[in-house]
């Protein structure tokens, strides 16, 4: 290759390695390497990304010329390190015992960690209202921008507000990417992904305050956030999909796939990219020939996520168990909860392919299954800490993602209740067969 390699080239690259040095960094938290960088700040860890992040954006935009996105990125750049900053700070003050008030401790930190979050958002809202006065168009109730080069699409967002940055100079390509990100800013995802991040957040502070750092616990734990919100950005990106092809009907592929020919060289979603794969699935033509909301989804996604919580759940029950019997417990649980959710997403198929109607193919059959089940399988877990409330919040919650996928709280309910008993049936069935292991007490 004559190709000469530019800057972005390698900033590009850096962006996956930093991602895997993340991963390792947490995942070995219970290890003597973890131990020690987990003696480093955790915002060191978060400058580098963000330092990278600012320097890939300014050199593209600047490549484009574009001052007024340079300015709009600069300030997305300073919020962010303003929100992280605030957010390590707290953390700190909480691990370090300052804001431990008895049983109230953990308490106070998350309703502390609220306001501070609610306070960022509003200033957020603010100071974007006044930076970006006259620029662009505001369109459905938030900010729209075209670029004009580089065919894609992009929806951002701290706070309440959304900003939409769009490009490309077919009409038809271009409608197809408006109409994509019209459904994130309309549905306001970027606060939704912010709100997930937060919890998130939360839930590891309390982890590192409680002493479960080191310990299985904690890498369990980070592992399944981490897949869980893969999977959260997945689900938001193929309803975005399924908005499309409800504007724009059969000739939404087709776009699509100019749009790829365009952008990546390629005409099939399976050979784009391997980030645009992970973040918006390799079977987005199975959406955008169909309209189904859920059917682009990989068959083991949400086993895979539900096995993952359910997980993190049960360890921290047992994780007092010596570490030799661990090692082999944890293997063979995830193994358990995995083939208990794929085996209720196999026997529920029939029912559900009755109650959620001709709108969904085969794909989006099992994946509506697999949805449920990997949502009973945690429940399941949760009994340790929650009880019998763990099988309402799942109820509750599963509710509302069928209304979502359905589009009908009646349908959405009567599917709940009707996989519910399957549930009940097929878990009574296994706790039979499993005798109960009572772990180790903390002395």
Same mark, same amino acid.
């Given at each position: !290759? ?41 915002? +060191? ?5 963000? #330092? *990278?992040?600012?320097? &890939?954006? @300014? ?17 997305? %750049? ?9 957010? =390590?700070?707290?953390?700190?003050? @909480? ?28 200033? #957020? ?62 549905? &306001?995802?970027? !606060?939704?992904?912010? *709100?997930?991040?937060?919890?998130? *957040?939360?839930?590891?502070?309390? !982890?590192?305050?409680?002493?479960? =750092? ?17 999977? /959260? ?5 193929? +309803? ?18 100019? /749009? ?5 060289? #390629?005409?099939? $979603? ?22 189904? $909301?859920?059917?682009?989804? =990989? &068959? ?26 661990? @090692? ?8 358990? /909860? ?11 198929? $029939? ?6 109607? $001709?709108? %969904?193919?085969? &794909? ?44 009908? =709280?009646?349908?959405? #309910? ?5 996989? @519910? ?11 039979? *067969? ?10």
């Amino acid at each position: !290759m004559n190709s000469k390699r530019g800057v972005t080239w390698y900033l590009d690259r850096l962006f996956p390695i930093l991602l895997v040095v993340g991963a390792v960094i947490y995942v070995s938290g219970y290890t003597t390497l973890g131990q020690l960088l987990m003696e480093v700040p955790i915002v +060191a860890y978060y400058v580098p990304g963000l #330092v *990278l992040a600012a320097a &890939r954006l @300014y050199l593209s935009i600047k490549k484009t010329e574009n001052r007024i996105l340079s300015a709009l990125f600069g300030g997305v %750049f300073l919020t962010s390190v303003f929100w992280i900053g605030a957010t =390590w700070l707290l953390g700190e003050l @909480y691990i370090g015992g300052l804001l431990d008030v008895g049983d109230l401790g953990d308490f106070l930190y998350v309703a502390i960690s609220v306001l501070v979050y609610l306070s960022l958002m509003k200033v #957020v809202d603010i100071v974007y209202s006044r930076r970006l006065a006259g620029v662009g168009r505001v369109d459905g109730g938030y900010l729209h921008v075209e670029r004009g080069v580089a065919y894609g699409g992009f929806t951002f967002g701290l706070g309440t507000k959304s900003f939409v940055l769009i490009g490309g100079e077919d009409p038809a390509v271009l409608e197809m990417i408006r109409l994509h990100e019209e459904y994130h800013a309309k549905n &306001r995802h970027p !606060m939704k992904l912010q *709100l997930y991040l937060l919890a998130a *957040l939360l839930l590891t502070g309390i !982890m590192i305050r409680h002493g479960l =750092w080191n310990t299985p616990v904690y890498p369990t734990a980070v592992l399944a956030l981490a897949v869980g919100f893969l999977v /959260f950005i997945r689900a938001l990106e193929t +309803a975005a999909d399924a908005y499309t092809w409800r504007a724009l009907g059969p000739a939404a592929y087709e776009r699509f796939k100019t /749009f790829l020919k365009l952008r990546y060289g #390629v005409e099939e $979603p399976w050979r784009a990219p391997l980030w645009s794969r992970l973040t918006h699935t390799s079977r987005r033509d199975v959406t955008l020939t169909t309209g189904d $909301p859920i059917g682009a989804h =990989w &068959r083991l996604e949400f086993p895979l996520a539900g096995a993952l919580a359910s997980l993190s759940i049960i360890t921290c029950k047992y994780y007092l168990l010596p570490q030799d019997i661990i @090692y082999i417990t944890l293997p063979a649980a995830f193994a358990g /909860f995995l083939a208990f959710s794929i085996s209720l997403a196999y026997v529920a198929k $029939p029912l559900i392919r009755r109650l959620a109607g $001709p709108a %969904f193919t085969d &794909r989006g059959v099992f994946n509506l299954g697999a949805l449920s089940s990997s949502v009973y399988t945690t429940a399941a877990a949760a009994t340790v800490a929650l009880g019998p409330w763990s099988h309402a919040l799942a109820s509750a919650f599963l509710a509302y993602a069928m209304r979502h996928y359905l589009n009908s =709280w009646r349908r959405g #309910v009567a599917l709940t209740a009707a996989v @519910y008993p399957v549930y009940l049936a097929l878990n009574t069935a296994i706790n039979l *067969l499993i005798p109960e292991i009572n772990p180790p007490q903390p002395v």
